[in-house]
Each structure stands twice: as C-alpha cells, then as structure tokens.
C-alpha cells in the first residue's frame, strides 16, 4: 500500500452470542482503492485484519442477494454500492427489522416461510403433460408479470419497511409481489387461492404505502405497485364473489 | 451426542441440478422424505449467475443429430457419444418442464419461446429470459420446490463428509452454520449437486462459494475425480473483478475488436472460420490471449485486455436482449455498452471435469450420485458449449433424482451406531479446527499462494514444466494448510471456520486439476500446451482418472464412448 493511498474507517456491528451481551461497534481504519464497492472493503477487513468478522456474500454481481446490509443506515446491496460515494467514515450495521445470528448476519428463515405462505409456483387445476409442450404466452403477457419476477430475496424491503418494523409478522413487499407476479402470469390459475391469502391478516391491507421498499430495491421490482395491485384484486375477487359465490377465477 | 436424522435421500447443493433433482424424487413419490443440505440458502447458488440461456433443440431447422454433433465437436471429441445423444433428447422434455414451473422465457410475437444463437452451436437453439437465465431458472426450480413440503431443507449446513457403511453411501455429516452443530443427515442415496470449484483460481467468474465441496467430498471417499485438468476459460470476463459478460452478446451479434479496432475472429485464422464471434469458448480465449501477445491489446490498471462492442446492436436491443449486461457494465466497469466497447479478458469460468458419473449420473460408489458443474458425465469433454450447463443441470439433475430413488427402494440403511461414530469423528475434527491457535500461517496467505500457482501452471497455455511446478506447490500448500492458525473459536456463523474447511476441499480439487493436466501430454479443448500444440488421439482419446491416495493422487485412465461420430479435425 503506498502512503498516498486513501483511507476510510468503517464503524461495523458487532455482535457474537457466544461471546457478547448486546451488539458492540468496531472500528477498522483501512486503505481503500478507488473501484472497491462496500463489500470489498468487508472483505479486505476479513481476510487481512480481522478475521473473526462474519458477513453474507457470494456473487459479488448483484444477482444472488446475500450482502444486503445497513450501510450508513440505509438497507443496500454491499457488492453494488461504490464505496467512493460514501464519507471517510462508513457505519455497516445488519439489515434492520430482522433477528441477528451474528455480526452482519440476520435470519432469513422468517422470510422463506412468507414466501412459502403466498403460494409462489404455477397453479393449475389441471397440471399439463410435458408431451404438451410449452405453453404459448405473448411478449405483452410476459410483460405483465416480468418485473416482479426480477426479485432476488435480498430483503431490504423488509428492512426499509415502516410497517415490517412495527409489526414483524407483516408478510412483507418481496413475499406478496412474488404471490402477485405467479397471479398475473398467464400460465397461471391461483390468483382466487392467493387473493384469499392476501385477505388474511398481516398481508396486504396491512400495508400503509410509505412507498420506502420501491425506493431502497436495487431490482427495480416495484413490490409497491405490487401491494397495491394485489390489494385491489383482493377486494375486487372478494366483491365479486358475493355477487357470483362460485365466480371470481380467472 | 451427536443429532441424527433419517431421510429416504439426501441432496447436497441446492442449485439448479439439486433443486431438479429433488423435484425429480417428489414427482416418483410423494410420500418420500427429501434432505436438501445446501451451505447457502437455495436461492443464493452460484446457478443464480448464469446468464445467457439453455440450449436445446426446438426449432424446426434443428435437430437432435445436429445439437449432438455441435456438442461432440465442442468437446474435442473427448465427450462420451451416448451421453451426449442422451442429453440432447432430454433437453428439450426439461426446458418445457421449466416453462410449465414458471420460467420466465422470453417469447416470440406469436407467444413460442425465442431461441438466440450461442457459440459453437449451428443454430438458434439456446432458450433465454433476457440474459437473467440462470437467476430466473434457479428461482422458478426453488419456488415450485416450495410446494412440495416433503422436501426437508438443511439451509446453512456444510455437507463435509460421505458417510459409507458397508460399502454404500448412506449420508453425510454437515455442519449446521448458525449454531455450530455437526449433524448426521442419513439417507439411503446421496447426490451431489453443489458446483464447480473455480475459486481455485484467483481470476474467475465464479462466486465466493465455488470451493469445490462435493468433489473433494466424492474424491476423499474413493471416487475418482474425471478429466479435471479442463478448465473453461470464458472469452468475455470484466478485468479486475471477472464478473461474467454472457456469451449472448456475441449471439446477438456483438464483436470482439482489438487495439486496432480489428475483428480479429474474423479478419485471422483461429480455427474458428466464418464463426468469428460464435466459435467455441476455448478458441475464442486463445484467440485473445493471442490478440495480447502480439502487442494488439489495451492496457489497463487490472492488466491487458481487448473490448466487446455492442455499440453497433443498438440501445433498444441490448435494453431489450441484454439488460443485465448493460446494468453490470455501468456499475463494475463505469462503462455504458451502448455507446462504449466493454472490455474484456479471458476468465475462468467452468470445469468440464469433475466427480465420474455414467450416463445414470451413478458413481462408482454404490449410493452416490452426482449432477451438474459437480459431476463430470463426459457430456462436455474437453471443452463445454455454451448453454449446454444449465441444461446439463436439469437432464442429469432429473435423472439422479429418480436413480437415486430407485437405488434407496433396494437400498438398506446401515448401521446407525457406525454411521453415528462416523459423524461424531468428523464432529471432533471440525471443533479441533475451530479457532485452532497453534501454527503459523493465515488462511488468506495459503488462498492467495494457490491463486499464484494455478494461473502459472493451469491457465489457457499450459507448459510440462510449469504443471509439474503447481503440481509440487499445491503439495506444498497441503503441508502449509494442516499447520493453519485460525482466530475464530465461536460456534455461531463462524466463517472462517467454513472458509478453512472450503480451503480444504479446494486443495484436494486443485492437487486432481494440476496433476491431471500434467499427465496429458497433447492439446485438445481447453487444455492448450504452448510445448505440445496438436491433439493426440492415438495415445490420448481417452479420460482421465485421479484418485484420492494420502501419499498424492493417482491416476487412471477410462474409455471414450465413440460409436456415432468418427472423430475428426476440429475445424470450424
């Protein structure tokens, strides 16, 4: 490392139940290259200064969704954020609104059961044969669905969140817009199933529109317009069924 | 005392071909009791990074003689006949399957799946969703898993040992990440399914979890570990970081220039002839590597490179045909495709060889299974297609799940005190590990010497000399590696404690690499040598086996199943 090289400390989160009480802050001044993305400074600290610090990462391509971190207070993908538009000192906390296992890593399994609960798979009421082949589904079809279905389960939805803060049972904006995307897609006959489910409690009219998940998804996703949409059709599939008891599917 | 857990299979990896192949088990029968063991959450598998499609035929200006003979000549003839024919008329049964879960295939006007063109491939035969294909595959094969609620999943657990009895796999020990706890998963088949081990080299596309696990796995239980010495170089990788810029960029028409702003696929010989840009990928990394030497590269702060430009494809195609292309150049590489060249350098991307499987994915070792990057089949040969992988993934993944589920039927448990001790041994093993003081070296020190060798010895020109020189390192790095000091002793999440086991197994994938490619005195695919430049079949049409021996490997030799195509100059 030459001596002109810049410097940035990062303020990390500590916190290992085997050893600690309540989570703890630790400072790591380091030289950091110009092109590093947050991550890269994680690693840096890993693997030359301390060991012992654990955090969540793969990919480093934005695509597998497992660095998602606080980063000076806001939920972000660590191997997407260029540490250059960050200050000289960088506070790394674990995403909010989820239960720390230790350092930066948070449960996930709370998450992978709301999704599980939304029925995220095609449902037919009659499975195709293979020997049927593909099914046909226009390019504006496709459409419908398609940015919902860019979800990567990094969950900083869930920590950006008003609602998931105050009440961690809410299902969440990934789990309903991924429900949502399989609903509106037209290979697709489970939008009833799921639009019961989206009438149950702690799912979509929980929601109070902060429109915070849309703005801190680095997908572009939308689970916003998602929970919106998925609401109307509750209600519209609700009131439509007093009308016609055995109408309402698609 | 050790937690056991009994299951009619058990499935390491939750990838593509894991994830297939459990879905393949449930399909047999649904009362069945599915392990899923995977180090990573399933959503999370290196799967999740492929981008640019799965082939299989689907047009009516192809067929299966054609993507058969496409796929033999990719490998250099060094693929086996019968898989390869079998693989091609699986192909397209599994990609429709994927379209019936859910895939997000990108359609043509009248609402067919759109077919793109990829190297080496004599038509458009590569099925795509944009160039997410791999994230959209994965998470469309784990959300229809999640319907099946006998598909048990071990999420977070480290599989670090088979455990034989009697002759048969009959489970394994895996380390469950969050609490530190080392359990028995016991099943009456095992498939691997976890991946390829490009983290062996420092310069890879590759994620941080492609350690090599289940081969290492298979090899340290006796099996032999196939045709390791090839390595996939893909063409198209970003300097510094090797991030993947898929191969669909060139299928939909982009150029490889160099300095001088030459095609040089194109205008010199290669071997590629008119194919230029949708040649193979072994061709194409020599070709650049070439382009470089002879002073016709860029230099940049992440060494010499050459550029792909998309310029000329224009914004509403590459927006509509290649948006994650355009996403990862503007944020890794500060450069905007549409109206700047990428650029590019050769990186290592895939490995042909891996854990020996026969055209029913079967090892030699009764009960074990294997598909996927894992395994080596001899669909690939001596050098993989393009879009051949994913697919691979699906066909051989299917295909474990159900011999898997046909060999448990027949199959007894063992004894579950042997097993048990078996378990515990490991247990003691991984908690002697942990937060091991005494010794000297830093894991990183050994990673990043191992890095070192395997570039010089096993990159896209390889000499005898400096393959028998890695070969010598990586045994040395084995003597580094057992005097290791670790800082980490706590029992939660302790990554460095699966750092160092993942480092293990990635000497062991290393010692079968280096000393496999030393052993094969020719070039043929991917295994180029600047001191022996021409294929060899009278002494080397054949594959190559490295068993585990604690003393260093030992070699072997298998047939090349021939029979439908005579084997040939591979000229383009």
New interface residues.
Partial sequence: MSDGQQKKTFVITRFDPDRDDAPRKQAYEIPVHPDWKVLDALNFIKDEIDATLSHRWSCRMAVCGSCGMMVDGEPRLTCKEALSQYGDTVDVAPLANFPVVRDLVIEADGFMEKLTHVKPWIIRAKELAVEEGPMRQSPAELEEFKQFSMCINCMLCYSACPVVANEPEFIGPAAIALGHRYSLDSRDEGAADRNEIFRGEGTVFSCSFANECSEVCPKHVDPAAAVNQAKLNAVIDWATSLVLPRGGDK | MIEVTRHDIVIVGGGAAGLRAAIAACEIDPGASIALVSK??P????T??AEGGAAAVAREDDNFEMHGYDTVKGSDFLGDQDVIQYFVEQAP?E???L????C??????????ATRAFGGMSTKRTWYATD?VG??ML?ALF??S??FDNIVRY?EHFATKLLVDGGVVRGVAALDV?TGVVRVVLGRAVIMATGGAGKIFPFTTN???KTGDGMALAYRAGVALKDMEFIQYHPTGLP??G??ITEATRGEGGYVINSEGERFLATRDYGVGTKAELGPRDMISRAIIQEIEAGRGISG?YGEYVYLDLRHLGEAKIVARLP?VR??SK??IGVDPVYEPIPIRPVVHYMMGGIDTDITAATSLPGLYAAGEVASASLNGSNRLGSNSLTECLVFGASAGRNAMAFAEGSSEGSEDALRREGEEEAARIVALRGKQKGGE???RIRSDLHKTMESGCGVYRTQEAMNETARTVAQLRGRYADIA???S???????LIAALEMGNMLDVAEAVANSAASRNESRGAHTRRDVPNRDDQNFLYHTLCYFDPAGPRLGKKDVTLGHWEPEERKY
């Fill in positions: 990573v959450y959503m999370r598998s290196h999740v990074s049964r990609l429709t399957l379209e019936h879960w859910g997000p295939w990108s359609r043509n006007e009248d609402g067919t799946v997410k994230f959209h998470h959300q229809h999640l319907r999420d969050r994620g941080n979890i510094g970081t991030i993947l702060p994650m996403e990862i944020i890794y830093k894991l990183s670790l800082e980490d706590s029992t939660v999440f302790n990554t460095e």
